[in-house]
């Protein structure tokens, strides 16, 4: 099935048949789709005819199915299946029905926040992206867009087109020049400056996604990319007190010690952000999140 052409309700990828699309990439394209035999259903992702000859594109789509294949985290999206067709290669994955985290940023009065769960879906994303940084990964694109979660607030990171392996001693030497890549609203200073990948990066990325998701705005806005970029790497945040009165002193100076400029002045890691989150309120109106853990547990 070449899907640069329309789909219908018979079309069949391999051993699924086609059920909806649910997002229609420029480079490719994921469906809802249904294996035939067991009927049970699924996520395809599947590149582009008209980019399936382009090395770069086959490359970074083979090395996202890959990487899915290889890390297993209950918050991460798990790949289960790749096929590697010369024409449209694809990729099977775990099917996931939610919506992403920028939806109640940009639309709050057709999704709302969901401040219920809020604290439980950054707890599971920070620790779906811990994760990767212990098995070597930096995921370099965190940002609300890349984060799902459902109405009974599980989580699962996606994306890993731009992931890359950590880097140190020879191999950073060896390495060559490091492109810049990312969301430029979520972006960190080293990677604007296209530095060495290191999971500081995320830690920035992530930081900025919380700031975002309290006050309803990110840190930073500008009127061209070059000056947004120039924000990240010279302008200091304000608080987030100063956009949500709500926000707890605790969590808004644990987030903007992880949006610091320099990796050496954030966090250590997303595990110090873990063992500190555990016991901090995001909204001064929120219950004690150690109360909804019990809560969970029981």
């Known amino acids: 099935m070449a899907t640069d052409l329309n789909t219908t309700s018979d079309d069949r990828i391999g051993g699924y048949r086609y059920v909806r699309t649910i997002h229609p990439g420029a480079t490719s394209v994921v469906m809802e789709v249904m294996q035939e035999g067991t009927q049970r259903k699924f996520a395809l992702k599947q590149l582009q005819a008209s980019r399936a000859e382009d090395r770069d594109e086959y490359r970074t789509f083979m090395h996202e199915a890959k990487l899915g294949m290889e890390l297993q985290h209950p918050n991460l999206i798990r790949v289960h299946e790749l096929v590697k067709d010369p024409i449209q290669p694809y990729f099977v994955m775990e099917l996931f029905n939610g919506q992403h985290l920028k939806m109640p940023i940009a639309r709050p009065s057709l999704y709302p926040l969901p401040r219920k769960h809020l604290h439980r879906i950054l707890e599971q994303a920070a620790s779906a992206l811990a994760y990767m940084h212990d098995k070597g990964w930096v995921h370099r694109d965190v940002k609300p867009e890349n984060i799902l979660f459902n109405k009974s607030g599980e989580v699962r990171v996606i994306d890993y087109a731009l992931a890359r392996r950590t880097s140190g001693g020879l191999f950073r030497m060896f390495e060559g020049k490091i492109p810049r890549e990312g969301t430029r609203s979520y972006m960190s200073p ?3 400056r296209c ?9 920035y990325s992530f930081g900025i996604t919380c700031y975002e998701l309290a006050c309803g705005r990110p840190p930073f806005r ?4 070059q000056e947004l ?12 007190v100063s956009y949500n009165k709500n926000v707890t002193p605790e969590f808004n ?6 949006i610091h400029k320099r990796p ?3 966090l250590a890691s997303l595990h110090e952000f873990l063992t500190r989150f555990r016991t901090v309120r995001i909204f001064k109106d929120d219950p004690d999140p150690l109360e909804g853990r019990l809560d969970r547990m029981m």
């Not at 500008?222 to 990319?225: E, P």
């Not at 970029?229 to 987030?240: C, D, G, V």
């Not at 100076?253 to 992880?258: F, I, N, P, S, T």
């Open 190 to 192: 080293e990677q604007i």
């Open 222 to 225: 500008a009127n061209s990319s």
């Open 229 to 240: 970029l120039e924000k990240h790497l010279s302008e200091r945040p304000l608080p987030l």
């Open 195 to 203: 530095e060495s990948p290191t999971p500081s990066a995320d830690i």
């Open 264 to 266: 050496a002045d954030r």
């Open 253 to 258: 100076d644990l987030v903007l010690r992880m």
